[in-house]
């Protein structure tokens, strides 16, 4: 039986004027009747008599509150007890069946971005996504990624706040569908309507990092995948957003968001097979340098820093434009101390680091590096 199977029981007991609202007034079941108007200042789990209505109030999940009623005299000191139980035993039948239906709505929606559209049924698919298919011209993927810890309980509970969380940022009334995949990753399946609209999914999620850092104290990383054309596509967009995620954590990136479509340069070189990575190192920098590097990050070397050092120093240079002063402010060197450091990287490499082209080749050179330290 399904939740709405279950209303519909419900109802075939209770009679006609027993309902189920939300925390507006507005009816869950039966569809189409008029708003109530609720009690004020209702504990959860506990009753309230309003308009001729006895109502009981159960905190269902993230999405809010949940109310069942139905009319009652006051007066009728037995009927109003006997409907206590009744309005109990309904909530907690409607509880028991829509977390049932949730849970199988979590593994239907995480098959489908893992596995993609074959590892679904045909009626799974049809059922679940009837509610996502309008006015959706395509669909992306937001990954939230929260840091693995010492302990794996905690990393679930903050991941259980992380998906409550999303579901308010990202109702499902407004055909999102926050889904739990791994015990560290939530995903958010998002309807886009046009291009604006994923716009503001971007800038949402640009604010999510500082937001649940400061409100939830769990630490997170964001990325959002490419559209697809269609929802049975989303698990092109969710390895994409899932690749944005390990190429920021390869190449230590640090934006609040990182949308694979705006990767750049990252996202070529990631999954490059180590040999070519290594014949482009040769063929930039020489054997000389390439050599002298290894020297020094050696586990038998008396001085690594040196060479991390230069590579700062050479970085951070191309990163302001190969402005002189601008690079001795930001590293706390004197102007003589960062021409000896550039004199010394173009005399091992062969390069001149403050011409454009030649910092481009470099620039492209150190990312590499990077991300070949992150796959030893």
Not at 47 to 64: H, M, N, Q, V
Not at 74 to 80: G, K, P
Not at 277 to 297: P, V
Not at 346 to 366: P, V, Y
Request: net charge negative; proline share 1%.
């Amino acid at each position: 039986m399904n939740i709405d199977a279950l209303k519909d029981k419900l109802s075939s007991i209770m009679g006609d004027t027993f309902g189920i609202v939300d925390g507006a007034g507005v009816h869950i079941f039966p569809s189409g009747r008029e708003n109530v108007a609720l009690p004020q200042n209702v504990a959860a789990d506990s009753f309230a008599a309003e308009s001729g209505r006895l109502f009981y109030f159960r905190k269902i999940d993230a999405d809010g509150e949940v109310w069942f009623y139905d009319a009652v005299s006051s007066d009728d000191i037995h009927a109003v007890e006997v409907l206590k139980k009744s309005l109990k035993l309904c909530a907690a039948f409607y509880s028991e069946y829509y977390y049932a239906a949730n849970a199988g709505k979590n593994e239907f929606f995480r098959s489908l971005l893992l596995g993609g559209r074959d590892s679904v049924s045909h009626d799974d698919f049809t059922e679940y996504s009837r509610n996502l298919q309008n006015g959706a011209g395509e669909f992306t993927v937001l990954l939230v990624s929260v840091a693995s810890g010492r302990d794996s309980d905690s990393v679930s509970s903050n991941l259980a706040n992380v998906c409550d969380f999303l579901e308010i940022v990202f109702p499902s009334a407004e055909g999102f569908v926050t889904v739990k995949v791994r015990n560290d990753l939530a995903a958010v399946i998002v309807p886009l309507a046009d291009q604006d609209a994923f716009r503001d999914v971007m800038a949402t999620a640009s604010s999510l990092k500082k937001t649940i850092s400061a409100e939830l104290l769990t630490d997170i990383a964001v990325s959002v995948g490419a559209r697809v054309k269609q929802l049975r596509f989303v698990d092109s967009s969710f390895k994409t957003a899932e690749r944005a995620l390990a190429i920021a954590e390869s190449f230590g990136l640090s934006d609040d968001v990182f949308s694979y479509d705006k990767l750049g340069l990252t996202r070529i070189i990631y999954g490059q097979r180590r040999e070519v990575c290594e014949a482009y190192l040769k063929e930039i920098f020489g054997s000389a340098f390439l050599d002298y590097y290894a020297r020094k990050t050696s586990g038998d070397s008396r001085n690594p820093d040196s060479v991390n050092e230069l590579i700062v120093t050479i970085s951070t240079f191309l990163e302001l434009n190969q402005n002189i002063s601008e690079t001795s402010k930001r590293l706390y060197v004197h102007r003589n101390t960062l021409g000896y450091r550039i004199e010394k990287f173009n005399r091992m490499t062969g390069l001149d680091c403050t011409k454009f082209e030649d910092g481009m080749k470099i620039s492209i050179g150190f990312m590499i590096m990077k991300y070949l330290s992150s796959i030893q």
